[in-house]
């Protein structure tokens, strides 16, 4: 049958289901010693936009790559975001403790910057498992890129929460749990990959124009395959 050919679109979107899946199960173990977990998502973020974009470099090859070469400035990120997570819980006490007149405003005002330095924290990683630049560097790019794409780093930021929201609300009985297992740290990130990839690219076409040296080489004869992959597409 058709539909089970390799080549087939049914086949493919199945591997990708898979690898998301092993994805997942990697990032959810090596976030378990916690002083990890900025590793983890980097790598995760980063096999997340290959599978987005057809590049096979090998699931587990390519996650443990991004491991270990991000794992430094990954780690001191998360430590920073650690410590910037503490001084949030202490505002959002702060704020709920409020009484009087305009206490609403400033709950809201609060709660709508904890949630922009939450979408900001999110694009970080992403940032990271991309571009080379400095830990600082890493951080402004992220905050630059969630204004520059703020709506869609708003839907970023709703997607990962809703695997929590559904634990905390649903329950672990619910069918959803075993999806959630599965792909609830790897299904937002291949989504949130959809939503930044055209930023991603707008960048990295600047940044090869300007250093053309740079630029990764082309293979004239996949250029012509993928182009008339695209006609047959239309």
């Not at 900001?120 to 630059?144: E, Q, W, Y």
Request: with cysteine; glycine share 6%; charged share 15%.
């Amino acid at each position: 049958m058709r539909l089970f050919n390799p080549d087939s679109k049914f086949m493919a979107a199945l591997t990708k289901m898979a690898d998301l899946m092993w994805i997942n199960i990697l990032t959810l173990a090596l976030c378990i010693p916690v002083i990890t977990i900025g590793a983890a998502l980097t790598a995760k973020d980063y096999m997340c936009y290959k599978i987005l974009k057809n590049e096979d470099t090998g699931t587990t090859k390519g996650y443990f790559r991004s491991f270990k070469q991000n794992f430094k400035q990954a780690t001191v990120i998360w430590i920073i975001m650690l410590f910037v997570i503490m001084l949030g819980i202490i505002d959002v006490f702060f704020v709920l403790g409020l009484q009087g007149d305009g206490t609403q405003i400033v709950r809201a005002v609060m709660f709508a910057f904890l949630f922009f330095i939450y979408i900001g924290c999110i694009m970080i990683f992403p940032v990271l498992a991309r571009f080379d630049n400095t830990v600082k560097g890493t951080i402004k790019s992220g905050i630059h890129m969630t204004v520059a794409i703020l709506p869609r780093a708003i839907l970023m930021g709703i997607l990962y929460l809703i695997p929590v929201l559904v634990f905390m609300f649903i329950g672990i009985q619910s069918p959803l749990i075993p999806i959630v297992i599965m792909f609830g740290i790897s299904g937002p990130g291949y989504l949130s990959a959809m939503l930044y990839r055209k930023a991603f690219e707008q960048v990295e076409a600047r940044f090869y124009e300007e250093h053309p040296d740079q630029a990764p080489e082309t293979d004239p004869v996949e250029e012509a395959m993928q182009a008339a992959l695209k006609r047959d597409e239309k």
